[in-house]
């Protein structure tokens, strides 16, 4: 009997075969084969003609396999309709569900169920409810909802999509979320290529990590290395910051973020702008470096700090520089010079000259009268003591005029704004932001501008030091210069200035008259970052021009060893000389202009930051944290449903569903 079964099932295997659909001009792999069957039998309806087989059948067409417990071939029609346990397998790709319907002539499986499962190669496994799938162009198209899980239990989902075999690609079309690394992101289209774990988005691409938010209208995420490339209208935020870009690299795994083209980083916690056409953020170093976050600027670079002057009016600082870094460190990861020498800076801004020179005065006036009544056998009375107490002290105070600064003590040492810490820094972690500013550093302000070769700023001290030929503006017509310059800051506003060696200051009075004072060092005192005083210290020179009815008439060359001007609208309004003073005065057609000038002098107008678009051509970018503050993070509503409730919030209970193929 044996024979017989087998050679009735061969006979019923060729009977099946849809050989009058075929020429010998077909190739094989497009013939549709019934490879294997428990059971078969030919069944006639009407004029429709039925093939049947169950128990383990196995079709072949178009090199893919159709397995199924049962299926019932419409000969008439090419179509074949497939139950239980069924799968198509072809190549790495395979496909299960319940139930199929396979259209042979067109080359399609039309999966429907309550569930239908397709695996690939790298372990993804794709579910829906409603799914076809091209045997000859290997593609697999879903609708109504579906979700992929890898091995890892990243997750996608889209209302519907694509997945090609050949290119081993996912495409997620119509209310893409997806879930990788612990980043949520949603967009309106999604490529993902499964071998490369490397996945592309589309227009409206928002991203969620932690406290982290990014939108963009394209981009890709690199599984392997972590690495996420934004691009195109690319905004971020995070609690403390928001950014803009053309162009952003992400590496998730170190936090490093690369800005390219247009990028602006508006730090909140600092009220400042970081502006660069190559931005690059860096949250940490290794173990060979001590900061603890950083930015760097190059390419167009510039920090715009958004402060206010001290009657809470908007005022806005400028700065660029070739290349500009931002980072802070631990105070304990600083060296110990660097505390010793901070100290050293304030000491030496609040130092008030004047009024230990004018105490010393007065002491020796004092000595110097005593000791002539003793001489003379005289006392002084009660009455006469103070009398003369009076007239000291009316002699030896400077009084600044009232319509110069109120409020301002110009003699008495003031507060300090930057007192250094007395703390042992060595067990201080509290972090200390820096700044470094090097190749053609300017600032633009709108009554302060500044230039040098190269600027570094610390909140150790809050002094920004300035070297390499530096100088400042201020009302335009005053300007400052020395080897070195020290600039302190109260409250994001000038409140001190120290000029070291060759110190200059000059005012412009008209195209070839400039006031002018030089000497070996000199002290600023700022109100409302405006120049309300200035101390030359050290072998003083000055030369200054004096008007009669609007016309200059006289020119006044000065020596002394110490001079103080007190400033309003720009000009010095009043003035003190200290010892050893020398005055000449001349009509000025009386004085060659080259003797009308102090040796060394140099006016660097042209070099003058005019305006913000000197210091960068970017526009600010308002606030758009509450834009996007509105836009709801992904839901995963068809990876909960088919993968246990996995994306649901915690504590939200799981469900379990019906698994209908493994791989």
């Not at 030919?42 to 383990?56: A, K, L, P």
């Not at 593609?139 to 989902?157: Q, W």
């Not at 893409?176 to 980043?183: G, H, L, N, R």
Request: hydrophobic content about 35%; overall charge negative.
């Amino acid at each position: 009997m044996r024979p017989l079964l087998r050679f009735a099932f061969l006979f019923l295997s060729v009977l099946l075969t849809a050989v009058p659909a075929f020429s010998q001009d077909v190739p094989e792999e497009d013939v549709f084969h019934l490879v294997e069957a428990n059971q078969a039998q030919q069944e006639t309806f009407g004029n429709m003609s039925f093939r049947r087989v169950w128990g383990d059948a196995k079709f072949l067409h178009n090199n893919t396999y159709l397995l199924c417990d049962s299926a019932s071939w419409n000969v008439d029609r090419h179509k074949i309709d497939a139950y239980g346990n069924v799968k198509i397998i072809q190549g790495n790709t395979i496909l299960c569900s319940d139930n199929l319907t396979y259209y042979i002539e067109r080359n399609l499986a039309e999966f429907r169920g309550s569930l239908v499962e397709l695996f690939d190669k790298e372990g993804n496994t794709l579910r829906t409810e409603f799914l076809n799938y091209d045997t000859k162009d290997s593609v697999a198209t879903f609708f109504g909802g579906g979700a992929l899980r890898d091995t890892s239990g990243n997750v996608m989902e889209s209302r519907q999509g694509t997945y090609d075999a050949k290119d081993k690609t996912f495409t997620f079309e119509n209310r893409v979320e997806m879930f990788v690394d612990s980043i949520r992101i949603k967009t309106t289209r999604m490529h993902y290529v499964a071998d490369l774990a490397k996945a592309f988005f589309g227009k409206d691409t928002y991203m969620w990590r932690g406290d982290g938010f990014l939108n963009a209208n394209g981009g890709s995420y690199e599984r392997n290395t972590q690495i996420a490339n934004f691009k195109d209208n690319v905004y971020m935020n995070d609690p403390s910051y928001e950014a803009w870009s053309d162009d952003v690299i992400y590496d998730q795994v170190t936090g490093r973020a690369d800005m390219y083209r247009n990028s602006q980083i508006l730090d909140t916690t600092h009220s400042s702008y970081y502006l660069a056409d190559c931005l690059i953020y860096e949250p940490k170093g290794d173990t060979a470096d001590l900061w603890q976050d950083r930015v760097i600027l190059t390419r167009n670079p510039a920090i715009v700090y958004c402060g206010e002057n001290e009657n809470h009016q908007p005022d806005t600082l400028y700065m660029r520089g070739d290349s500009i870094k931002i980072f802070s460190m631990k105070k304990c990861d600083f060296a110990e010079k660097e505390f010793t020498d901070a100290k050293q800076r304030v000491a030496d801004m609040e130092f008030d000259a004047l009024a230990k020179s004018r105490d010393e005065m007065a002491k020796v006036r004092e000595e110097e009268r005593t000791k002539k009544m003793q001489e003379a056998g005289m006392m002084p009375t009660k009455e006469a003591l103070a009398y003369m107490e009076k007239q000291k002290a009316a002699e030896d105070t400077l009084t600044v005029p009232k319509d110069t600064v109120a409020a301002v003590d110009t003699v008495a040492a003031v507060d300090s704004v930057a007192a250094v810490d007395t703390v042992d820094f060595r067990k201080d972690t509290t972090l200390v932001r820096v700044i470094t500013s090097y190749n053609n550093v300017k600032v633009f302000r709108k009554d302060v501008q500044a230039a040098c070769d190269s600027m570094i700023f610390t909140e150790i001290d809050s002094v920004a030091r300035l070297h390499g030929d530096p100088v400042l503006w201020n009302e335009i017509k005053n300007q400052l210069t020395a080897e070195v310059m020290y600039l302190m800051l109260k409250n994001g506003n000038l409140y001190r200035g120290s000029m070291v060696t060759d110190s200059w200051v000059i005012s412009q009075e008209d195209s070839i008259h400039f006031h002018q004072i030089k000497s070996t060092e000199m002290l600023g005192y700022f109100y409302e970052n405006q120049l309300y005083r200035y101390d030359a210290l050290g072998g003083v020179n000055a030369v200054f021009y004096v008007a009669e009815k609007a016309r200059l008439t006289t020119i006044n060359i000065k020596e002394a060893k110490s001079l103080t001007a007190l400033i309003k609208d720009g000009n010095a309004k009043r003035m003190l000389y200290m010892e050893s003073i020398k005055s000449d005065a001349y009509p000025i057609g009386d004085l060659a202009k080259s003797k009308q000038r102090l040796k060394g002098f140099k006016w660097r107008g042209d070099e003058r930051p005019v305006d913000k678009f000197a210091i960068t051509s970017q526009s600010l970018h308002t606030s758009q944290r509450e834009k996007y503050e509105k836009v709801v993070p992904p839901k995963y509503d068809f990876v909960n449903k088919y993968f246990d409730n996995c994306m649901a919030p915690e504590g939200e209970e799981k469900k379990e569903i019906k698994k209908v193929g493994t791989l």
